[in-house]
């Protein structure tokens, strides 16, 4: 199984409408990252999370909000989608967790394409 | 702002071939990472470069951190068609609060 998975995996929708990403985790990870990626423009952060009390901006927050429900849950919201949304949105965790690793360590989810029209 | 210049941007050569790609700031770091992402995918962390000078070898890939912790470089020997995909460096300051990265080199080995 993943240890990063993201939901929906596509998703086409209307300006206007209200979206949410979800992502998940089984890495035991306390950080967690929000970025879309645009031809030519390569990773941008919208939002990040130290710990589930823990919300921060990233670069390109306007036009977002995030909800971390628990350490393993951290979901995206476009309250009101525009076509210039329309991106690869991927979700990544770090920390020690379960493992060895490491704070400066990133793991990417799959990423959801959306569309908004 | 972007802090990671990666060069070249786009890189197409044929199976067999060595390859260099750079990745530059003007800023220091206290690590930087590589990852490789192919099509429909998200990003795979290859490998953490944190001294300065430091040289970590992956395979036929050898990642190089400058002295001053300011760029790296990856290189990669007799390239395979398997070595498709777009190569991010990503950057974490000192302050640490997270990683800025590159744009990533696209790169295309053909049989």
């Known amino acids: 199984d993943a240890d990063v998975t993201q939901t929906p995996r596509n998703r086409i929708t209307k300006t206007g409408k209200r979206i949410m990403l979800e992502c998940s985790q089984t890495k035991g990870h306390d950080r967690m990252y929000w970025y879309r990626q645009d031809p030519g423009l390569g990773l941008r952060l919208i939002y990040y999370s130290f710990d589930v009390k823990d919300i921060n901006k990233g670069e390109i927050s306007d036009g977002y909000s995030v909800s971390r429900q628990a350490q393993a849950k951290f979901s995206l919201s476009l309250e009101s989608a525009i076509p210039n949304q329309t991106a690869l949105y991927f979700c990544?965790?770090?920390?020690?967790?379960?493992?060895?690793?490491?704070?400066?360590?990133?793991?990417f989810g799959p990423g959801t394409r959306l569309t908004v029209l | 702002t972007q802090l990671l210049e990666q060069s070249p941007q786009f890189l197409s050569i044929q199976e067999g071939e060595n390859l260099t790609v750079y990745c530059n700031s003007s800023?220091?770091?206290?690590?930087l990472q590589w990852y490789r992402q192919e099509p429909g995918e998200g990003p795979v962390l290859l490998v953490t470069?944190?001294?300065?000078?430091e040289v970590k070898k992956l395979k036929r890939l050898t990642f190089q951190f400058g002295d001053a912790r300011k760029d790296s470089s990856l290189h990669i020997t007799a390239a395979q068609p398997g070595d498709t995909g777009l190569y991010l460096c990503?950057?974490?300051?000192?302050?640490?609060?997270?990683?800025?990265f590159g744009k990533g080199t696209s790169l295309l080995v053909t049989p």
């Open positions: 800023s220091v770091f206290s690590s």
């Open positions: 990544a965790t770090s920390g020690p967790g379960t493992g060895s690793g490491s704070y400066n360590e990133q793991f």
């Open positions: 470069v944190v001294t300065g000078g």
């Open positions: 990503a950057g974490e300051e000192d302050s640490g609060y997270a990683l800025n």
